[in-house]
Antibody, heavy 119, light 107 residues
Framework: EVQLVESGGGLVQPGGSLRLSCAASGFTFSNYEMNWVRQAPGKGLEWVSYIGSGGFTTYYADSVKGRFTISRDNANDSLYLHMNSLRAEDTAVYYC????????????WGQGTLVTVSS | DIQMTQSPSTLSASVGDRVTITCRASQSISSWLAWYQQKPGKAPKLLIYKASSLERGVPSRFSGSGSGTEFTLTISSLQPDDFATYYCQQYNSYSRTFGQGTKVEIK
């Protein structure tokens, strides 16, 4: 069974940093593209970042470019999102999502981890 | 960046109704479009990919159509479990943009 489990969320002050993790199981992690998607309270979905299966290709939404870094550890089936210079508008539930093998849509999602940026 | 616009934002319908949601892209995305369903407090669920392909395990009352810039999601006969928010998403460009969502409410 495919499982994605996020962790690392919490309360952080504006300007602070946080690292989110996503532990994958039930599939060959190194074969799949991965993404981070976030959802602010009461708002819609916002794609945040993408990483290719080998970890060499990365993309970011303009809203986080230069502040967030996506990475992966294929040996340990883990995905990461390093978040710096956090702002109040980064407050959201952050989901990791797997790129489907039939397309680049997102076929499996984690349960999400809440990041709150507030003083 | 490619912008995705859904309509309507909210839709009130009854069980058994045929429901259609529209998604428009700001430029052509060929058929690189997905639809997701999200219920409160839950992660989104993939329904449709490549504009019209039904994800494994999704009921056949869901269907998708369109190409280029205009797409639709149709629920042929709305069931109680279908009351949720639906999102379209393009994956033609590196920036995998979502639409703003359509909430399907009970009439």
């Amino acid at each position: 069974e495919v499982q994605l489990v996020e962790s690392g969320g919490g309360l952080v002050q504006p300007g602070g940093s946080l690292r989110l993790s996503c532990a994958a199981s039930g599939f060959t992690f190194s074969n799949y593209e991965m993404n981070w998607v976030r959802q602010a309270p009461g708002k819609g979905l916002e794609w945040v970042s993408y990483i290719g299966s080998g970890g060499f290709t990365t993309y970011y939404a303009d809203s986080v470019k230069g502040r967030f870094t996506i990475s992966r550890d294929n040996a340990n089936d883990s995905l990461y999102l390093h978040m710096n210079s956090l702002r109040a508008e980064d407050t959201a539930v952050y989901y990791c999502a797997r790129g489907a093998d039939h397309s680049s849509s997102f076929d499996y999602w984690g349960q999400g981890t809440l990041v709150t940026v507030s003083s | 960046d490619i912008q995705m616009t859904q309509s309507p934002s909210t839709l009130s319908a009854s069980v058994g109704d045929r429901v259609t949601i529209t998604c428009r892209a700001s430029q052509s995305i060929s058929s690189w479009l997905a639809w997701y369903q999200q219920k409160p407090g839950k992660a989104p669920k993939l329904l449709i990919y490549k504009a019209s392909s039904l994800e494994r395990g999704v009921p056949s009352r869901f269907s998708g159509s369109g190409s280029g810039t205009e797409f639709t999601l149709t629920i042929s006969s709305l069931q109680p479990d279908d009351f949720a928010t639906y999102y379209c998403q393009q994956y033609n460009s590196y920036s995998r943009t979502f639409g703003q969502g359509t909430k399907v409410e009970i009439k």
